[in-house]
C-alpha cells in the first residue's frame, strides 16, 4: 500500500486534512503543537487505498523540537512515497520555508495550499500554476475546512508518487551553492541516501547531522576553508536561513496578488484582541467567560430568573418530568435539563429491574440494584453535564481563543520560568490528562517540561466532573447553601491556582532553568465547525460509556461485593455493612483523611469517604459510582432514605455520616489535586526521564492533595486562617527570590 505523509507548520490545517481524507476524528486546535505523535488513517476514493500518516507541526527540518526530529526522521527514514507539504495559504512566504527544505529530499512532494476560502475572503488571489511552474512540484489549492479539492488533491498525489524526483535547493548564492554541491558530491561518493539534504544540513553545522557523519564533517570543514571568501561569515545557518527567504521573495511571492496591498490592515480579528488580549482586562475577561460557561452548564437557576417566575412556571408538576426544566430555585441550565432527563430514564430502568428482581434472593437484587445500576447510574447522570462543559471549551479553543489565553498567560508568567507554550498542554488538561501530558513534547525545556506534566491534572479533566457536580449538588440540596455552577467554577479556579502556584515554586526552586522563547502567533478567530464539534461530542460520549460499562462496572461490582463480604466470607446485609472487608479496610485508612476533614471524626459509614478516594485512583468516575452503590445501601438501612443518583447520594451520605460542609469542598479539592487516575499516571511516567523524577512525582501529587484540601477544610472552618496561609506563601516566595538573587550573585 502507498503511504502519504502530510508535512507542514503547527495550525496549518493537517489534522483537519487528514480528518478530510480518512473520515477520522483526530483532535483539531486552533493553536500551535496539537498532534505530537504520528498518525494514520486510510483514504480509500483513489484506485487503491492510500495510508496517510499526520507528522506533527514544523517550521523546519532543523533539529531544536521534538516534533521536528519526528517528522524529520519520518521523512528521511520511513520513506513515504509522496510528502503532501500542507500550505496555509494566507501566510504563504512563511510555510514556504519549510517547503524549500523538504524539497531538498529525494522523495515526491506536492504541495497542497490550504485555507483557500480565507485566502479568496480576502480578495487575495493565488496564481497556483505559476507557483508550480516555479516551485518545480504541483500544486492544488484546497480548503480542508469546507472539504474542497481533497480529492483532486488526492489524485495528482497518486500520479506524484509514482514518478521519482531528486532533491533539489533553491540556494543560490554561488559560493554556497558550489560548497553544498562538492559536499553534495562527496556524500554521494560514500553512498550516502538524500545527499542534497545532507549536503545543505551539514553547511548548516546541524547537531543530528554532525553527529550522524562524523567522517564527512572534518571534509566539510576543510570544504569550507577552501571556499571561504570575505563574504562568508562564520554562521551558516543563518547565511542558509536567509538565501531561502531571498529565494522566496524573490520568486514565489509574486504569484501572490493582495487586495490591500498595505501590509496592515486591521481585521475584525484585531479589533476583537485589542479587548480579549489586552494587558489588565484580558484575564478578568476570561474568568468572566468561563463562570458564564459553568452557569450555562451547571446553574439551577438561570440567569438568576428564580424570584421573578410565576409560581408553578414551567414545573410540570405531576408528570415524569417534574422539575426537570424548572426546579424549585429557577430555570435549570442545558446541563441539569439534560440530567434531570437521563436522571428520570435511568429511574424508570432501576423500578422496572427492580421489579423484576423483587421475588431473587436479597443478594441478587441488591448486588444488580445497588451495587451495578447504582453505581453506574450515579455517574451516568453527569454525562450530559460533561458534553455541555466541553462543547463551551471547545467552541472557546475552535474558534481561536484559547490561543489568546495562553498569549496572556505567557505575557504574565514569562518572568518565572513559563512560556505559553506550557499552557496548551495544561488548557488540554481539562479534557483529559494523558493526550495533554503526551503533549508536553512540544516544551523544548526538560525541566519546563517535567514542571509541566506534574501539574496537569491539577486542570480539572472530564472524569473529575462528577466529584464536582455531585458534591456540590449534595451541598446545595442538603445544606441549602450556595450554587452549583459558583462551587465548581470556585473548584476549577482553585485547581488552576494550585497549577500556576505550584509550577512557578517548583521553576523557582527544584526545576530552574531556561525559559527557550516563545512566539506565538495568533490564529485568526474563525466560526467553530459544527460538525468537528459534533465528532467531539459523539467521540466523548463514547469514550465515556465505554469506560461506564468496563472499568466502572467491574469496580462497583469488586465494591459491591466486599462491602457485602466479611473475612470469612459470609453474606452481609445493608445493616450489617459496618462488619464487612471494606468497612475494615475503610477504617484502616480512614485515619489518614482526619487532618483534612474526612477521617476518623466522622460518624458511622464514615469510610466511605476515604474509600471512595482511593478507588478513584483506577478511574476518577470511580468516586462517585463508589458512592452511589454504598448510598444505595446506606440509605436504605442506616438513614432510611431512596437514593438515586449521583447529587442524591451524596446527600445521603452527609446525613449518614455527618460530614461537615468544608470537609466536603475538601474532598472535591483532595480528589482534584492527588495522584491522578492509572492512566494518567502511567503518562507522566512515560514522559519522564529518570525513575526518582517519578518518585518525586508521586510524592508532589500526594503532598499538594493534602496541603490544599487541608487549606480548604482549615479555612472553611475558621476563615481567618486563610489570612496564614496567604502569608506563609509570601513568606515562601519572597525567600526563594532573595536565595536566587543572592546565588546568582554569587556565580556572578
Ligand atoms: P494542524 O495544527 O496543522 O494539525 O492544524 P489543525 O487541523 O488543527 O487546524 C488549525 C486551525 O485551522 C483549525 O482551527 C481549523 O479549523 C483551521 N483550518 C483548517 N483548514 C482550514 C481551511 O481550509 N480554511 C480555514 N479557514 N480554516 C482552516
Ligand atoms: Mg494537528
Redesign the pocket.
Same mark, same amino acid.
Given at each position: 500500500m502507498y503511504r502519504f505523509c502530510l508535512a +507542514?507548520? &503547527? !495550525? *496549518? @490545517?493537517? %489534522?483537519?486534512?487528514? $480528518?478530510g481524507l480518512t473520515g477520522s476524528t483526530a483532535?483539531? +486546535? $486552533?493553536? &500551535?503543537?496539537? %498532534?505530537v505523535d504520528k498518525k494514520e488513517g486510510i483514504y480509500r476514493k483513489c484506485a487503491e487505498p492510500i495510508a496517510i500518516v =499526520?507528522l506533527p @507541526?514544523i517550521y523546519s527540518l532543523s533539529p531544536y523540537t521534538q516534533e521536528e526530529v519526528i517528522a524529520r526522521n519520518y521523512i528521511l527514514d520511513e520513506k513515504p512515497d509522496c510528502v503532501i507539504n500542507?500550505i496555509?495559504a494566507t501566510n504563504l512566504e512563511r510555510n514556504l520555508y519549510l517547503t524549500t527544505q523538504i524539497m531538498e529530499i529525494d522523495v515526491p512532494v506536492i504541495l497542497a495550499l $490550504?485555507?483557500?476560502? #480565507?485566502v479568496k475572503k480576502r480578495g487575495d488571489k493565488i496564481d497556483a500554476d505559476e507557483l508550480e511552474k516555479r516551485l518545480g512540484l504541483p500544486v492544488v489549492e484546497? *480548503? #480542508?475546512?469546507?472539504g474542497?479539492g481533497l480529492d483532486k488533491l488526492m489524485e495528482r498525489a497518486y500520479e506524484t508518487c509514482k514518478k521519482k524526483r531528486e532533491g533539489k535547493t533553491v540556494i543560490e548564492n554561488t559560493a554556497l551553492k558550489h560548497l553544498i554541491g562538492d559536499i553534495k558530491i562527496a556524500l554521494e561518493g560514500h553512498g550516502v541516501k538524500n545527499p542534497m539534504f545532507h549536503a545543505v544540513k551539514l553547511v548548516e553545522l546541524d547537531e543530528l547531522e554532525v553527529l550522524m557523519h562524523k567522517e564527512t564533517v572534518n571534509m566539510v570543514e576543510a570544504f569550507k576553508k577552501t571556499h571561504n571568501d570575505k563574504t562568508f561569515g562564520d554562521d551558516f545557518e543563518a547565511l542558509i536561513a536567509d538565501a531561502r527567504y531571498k529565494y522566496i521573495t524573490k520568486y514565489f511571492s509574486p504569484t501572490l496578488k493582495r487586495k490591500n496591498e498595505e501590509k496592515f490592515v486591521v481585521t475584525p480579528s484585531d479589533k476583537a484582541d485589542k479587548i480579549l488580549t489586552h494587558k489588565i482586562w484580558g484575564f478578568p475577561i476570561f474568568l468572566v467567560i468561563l463562570f458564564a460557561i459553568f452557569h450555562l452548564t451547571f446553574s439551577e437557576n438561570l440567569f438568576f430568573l428564580g424570584g421573578v417566575l410565576p409560581e408553578g412556571f414551567g414545573k410540570l408538576e405531576g408528570t415524569l418530568f417534574e422539575g426537570v426544566f424548572v426546579g424549585d430555585s429557577g430555570i435549570n441550565s442545558l446541563g441539569v435539563m439534560l440530567m434531570g432527563v437521563v436522571e428520570v430514564l435511568t429511574g424508570l430502568v432501576s423500578e422496572l429491574v427492580g421489579g423484576w428482581l423483587s421475588s431473587s434472593p436479597e443478594w441478587v437484587s441488591g448486588l444488580i440494584c445497588d451495587g451495578v445500576l447504582g453505581g453506574i447510574f450515579a455517574i451516568l447522570g453527569f454525562l450530559p453535564q460533561i458534553l455541555v462543559l466541553f462543547l463551551f471549551f471547545s467552541i472557546l479553543e =475552535?474558534s +481561536?481563543y484559547m490561543a489568546r489565553i495562553a498569549f496572556i498567560l505567557d505575557r504574565a508568567l514569562k518572568k518565572f520560568g513559563l512560556s505559553g507554550r506550557a499552557f496548551l498542554p495544561m488548557i488540554m488538561g481539562f479534557g483529559c490528562s494523558v493526550p495533554a501530558m503526551i503533549n508536553t513534547r512540544t516544551l523544548a525545556d526538560e525541566k519546563e517540561k517535567l514542571a509541566t506534566v506534574r501539574v496537569i491534572p491539577f486542570f480539572s479533566c472530564g472524569a473529575k466532573l462528577p466529584i464536582l457536580t455531585a458534591v456540590a449538588g449534595g451541598i446545595v440540596s442538603y445544606f441549602g447553601v450556595g450554587n452549583v455552577d459558583f462551587i465548581t467554577y470556585g473548584m476549577y479556579i482553585l485547581g488552576i491556582a494550585t497549577a500556576l502556584i505550584a509550577v512557578i515554586l517548583m521553576r523557582e526552586t527544584t526545576l530552574k532553568g531556561e525559559t527557550p522563547p516563545f512566539i506565538m502567533e495568533l &490564529?485568526a478567530y474563525?466560526a &467553530?465547525?459544527v460538525k !468537528?464539534l459534533i465528532m467531539l461530542l459523539w467521540d466523548k460520549a463514547k469514550h465515556f460509556i465505554q469506560k461506564a460499562f468496563t472499568i466502572i462496572l467491574a469496580s462497583t461490582i469488586v465494591i459491591w461485593v466486599i462491602s457485602h463480604f466479611d473475612f470469612s466470607w459470609n453474606y452481609l446485609t445493608d445493616e450489617q455493612m459496618e462488619l464487612s472487608i471494606l468497612a475494615g479496610f475503610g477504617k484502616l485508612i480512614q485515619p489518614l483523611f482526619t487532618p483534612v476533614g474526612f477521617g476518623s471524626q466522622l460518624k458511622a459509614f464514615g469510610w466511605v469517604f476515604a474509600v471512595a478516594a482511593i478507588t478513584g485512583l483506577i478511574a476518577k468516575e470511580n468516586v462517585v459510582s463508589t458512592l452511589g452503590t454504598l448510598a444505595a445501601c446506606i440509605g436504605a438501612a442506616a438513614i432510611d432514605v431512596e437514593v438515586d443518583g449521583g447529587v442524591g447520594a451524596v446527600s445521603a451520605m452527609i446525613q449518614a455520616t455527618g460530614v461537615t460542609l468544608p470537609a466536603l469542598l475538601a474532598f472535591i479539592a483532595f480528589n482534584m489535586t492527588t495522584i491522578p487516575c492509572f492512566a494518567a499516571v502511567a503518562a507522566a511516567k512515560g514522559e519522564m526521564a529518570s525513575k526518582s523524577k517519578f518518585n518525586w512525582t508521586l510524592l508532589f501529587w500526594v503532598a499538594t492533595s493534602y496541603i490544599v484540601s487541608s487549606a480548604v477544610y482549615l479555612i472553611g472552618t475558621a476563615w481567618w486562617t486563610a489570612f496564614i496561609y496567604l502569608a506563609v506563601l509570601v513568606v515562601a516566595f519572597v525567600v526563594i527570590k532573595l536565595y536566587n538573587k543572592k546565588r546568582f550573585a554569587k556565580e556572578k
Amino acid at each position: 500500500m502507498y503511504r502519504f505523509c502530510l508535512a +507542514g507548520n &503547527p !495550525n *496549518s @490545517g493537517k %489534522t483537519t486534512l487528514f $480528518n478530510g481524507l480518512t473520515g477520522s476524528t483526530a483532535h483539531v +486546535g $486552533n493553536w &500551535p503543537g496539537v %498532534t505530537v505523535d504520528k498518525k494514520e488513517g486510510i483514504y480509500r476514493k483513489c484506485a487503491e487505498p492510500i495510508a496517510i500518516v =499526520d507528522l506533527p @507541526g514544523i517550521y523546519s527540518l532543523s533539529p531544536y523540537t521534538q516534533e521536528e526530529v519526528i517528522a524529520r526522521n519520518y521523512i528521511l527514514d520511513e520513506k513515504p512515497d509522496c510528502v503532501i507539504n500542507i500550505i496555509d495559504a494566507t501566510n504563504l512566504e512563511r510555510n514556504l520555508y519549510l517547503t524549500t527544505q523538504i524539497m531538498e529530499i529525494d522523495v515526491p512532494v506536492i504541495l497542497a495550499l $490550504n485555507m483557500m476560502d #480565507a485566502v479568496k475572503k480576502r480578495g487575495d488571489k493565488i496564481d497556483a500554476d505559476e507557483l508550480e511552474k516555479r516551485l518545480g512540484l504541483p500544486v492544488v489549492e484546497i *480548503s #480542508a475546512l469546507k472539504g474542497e479539492g481533497l480529492d483532486k488533491l488526492m489524485e495528482r498525489a497518486y500520479e506524484t508518487c509514482k514518478k521519482k524526483r531528486e532533491g533539489k535547493t533553491v540556494i543560490e548564492n554561488t559560493a554556497l551553492k558550489h560548497l553544498i554541491g562538492d559536499i553534495k558530491i562527496a556524500l554521494e561518493g560514500h553512498g550516502v541516501k538524500n545527499p542534497m539534504f545532507h549536503a545543505v544540513k551539514l553547511v548548516e553545522l546541524d547537531e543530528l547531522e554532525v553527529l550522524m557523519h562524523k567522517e564527512t564533517v572534518n571534509m566539510v570543514e576543510a570544504f569550507k576553508k577552501t571556499h571561504n571568501d570575505k563574504t562568508f561569515g562564520d554562521d551558516f545557518e543563518a547565511l542558509i536561513a536567509d538565501a531561502r527567504y531571498k529565494y522566496i521573495t524573490k520568486y514565489f511571492s509574486p504569484t501572490l496578488k493582495r487586495k490591500n496591498e498595505e501590509k496592515f490592515v486591521v481585521t475584525p480579528s484585531d479589533k476583537a484582541d485589542k479587548i480579549l488580549t489586552h494587558k489588565i482586562w484580558g484575564f478578568p475577561i476570561f474568568l468572566v467567560i468561563l463562570f458564564a460557561i459553568f452557569h450555562l452548564t451547571f446553574s439551577e437557576n438561570l440567569f438568576f430568573l428564580g424570584g421573578v417566575l410565576p409560581e408553578g412556571f414551567g414545573k410540570l408538576e405531576g408528570t415524569l418530568f417534574e422539575g426537570v426544566f424548572v426546579g424549585d430555585s429557577g430555570i435549570n441550565s442545558l446541563g441539569v435539563m439534560l440530567m434531570g432527563v437521563v436522571e428520570v430514564l435511568t429511574g424508570l430502568v432501576s423500578e422496572l429491574v427492580g421489579g423484576w428482581l423483587s421475588s431473587s434472593p436479597e443478594w441478587v437484587s441488591g448486588l444488580i440494584c445497588d451495587g451495578v445500576l447504582g453505581g453506574i447510574f450515579a455517574i451516568l447522570g453527569f454525562l450530559p453535564q460533561i458534553l455541555v462543559l466541553f462543547l463551551f471549551f471547545s467552541i472557546l479553543e =475552535d474558534s +481561536g481563543y484559547m490561543a489568546r489565553i495562553a498569549f496572556i498567560l505567557d505575557r504574565a508568567l514569562k518572568k518565572f520560568g513559563l512560556s505559553g507554550r506550557a499552557f496548551l498542554p495544561m488548557i488540554m488538561g481539562f479534557g483529559c490528562s494523558v493526550p495533554a501530558m503526551i503533549n508536553t513534547r512540544t516544551l523544548a525545556d526538560e525541566k519546563e517540561k517535567l514542571a509541566t506534566v506534574r501539574v496537569i491534572p491539577f486542570f480539572s479533566c472530564g472524569a473529575k466532573l462528577p466529584i464536582l457536580t455531585a458534591v456540590a449538588g449534595g451541598i446545595v440540596s442538603y445544606f441549602g447553601v450556595g450554587n452549583v455552577d459558583f462551587i465548581t467554577y470556585g473548584m476549577y479556579i482553585l485547581g488552576i491556582a494550585t497549577a500556576l502556584i505550584a509550577v512557578i515554586l517548583m521553576r523557582e526552586t527544584t526545576l530552574k532553568g531556561e525559559t527557550p522563547p516563545f512566539i506565538m502567533e495568533l &490564529p485568526a478567530y474563525h466560526a &467553530p465547525q459544527v460538525k !468537528n464539534l459534533i465528532m467531539l461530542l459523539w467521540d466523548k460520549a463514547k469514550h465515556f460509556i465505554q469506560k461506564a460499562f468496563t472499568i466502572i462496572l467491574a469496580s462497583t461490582i469488586v465494591i459491591w461485593v466486599i462491602s457485602h463480604f466479611d473475612f470469612s466470607w459470609n453474606y452481609l446485609t445493608d445493616e450489617q455493612m459496618e462488619l464487612s472487608i471494606l468497612a475494615g479496610f475503610g477504617k484502616l485508612i480512614q485515619p489518614l483523611f482526619t487532618p483534612v476533614g474526612f477521617g476518623s471524626q466522622l460518624k458511622a459509614f464514615g469510610w466511605v469517604f476515604a474509600v471512595a478516594a482511593i478507588t478513584g485512583l483506577i478511574a476518577k468516575e470511580n468516586v462517585v459510582s463508589t458512592l452511589g452503590t454504598l448510598a444505595a445501601c446506606i440509605g436504605a438501612a442506616a438513614i432510611d432514605v431512596e437514593v438515586d443518583g449521583g447529587v442524591g447520594a451524596v446527600s445521603a451520605m452527609i446525613q449518614a455520616t455527618g460530614v461537615t460542609l468544608p470537609a466536603l469542598l475538601a474532598f472535591i479539592a483532595f480528589n482534584m489535586t492527588t495522584i491522578p487516575c492509572f492512566a494518567a499516571v502511567a503518562a507522566a511516567k512515560g514522559e519522564m526521564a529518570s525513575k526518582s523524577k517519578f518518585n518525586w512525582t508521586l510524592l508532589f501529587w500526594v503532598a499538594t492533595s493534602y496541603i490544599v484540601s487541608s487549606a480548604v477544610y482549615l479555612i472553611g472552618t475558621a476563615w481567618w486562617t486563610a489570612f496564614i496561609y496567604l502569608a506563609v506563601l509570601v513568606v515562601a516566595f519572597v525567600v526563594i527570590k532573595l536565595y536566587n538573587k543572592k546565588r546568582f550573585a554569587k556565580e556572578k
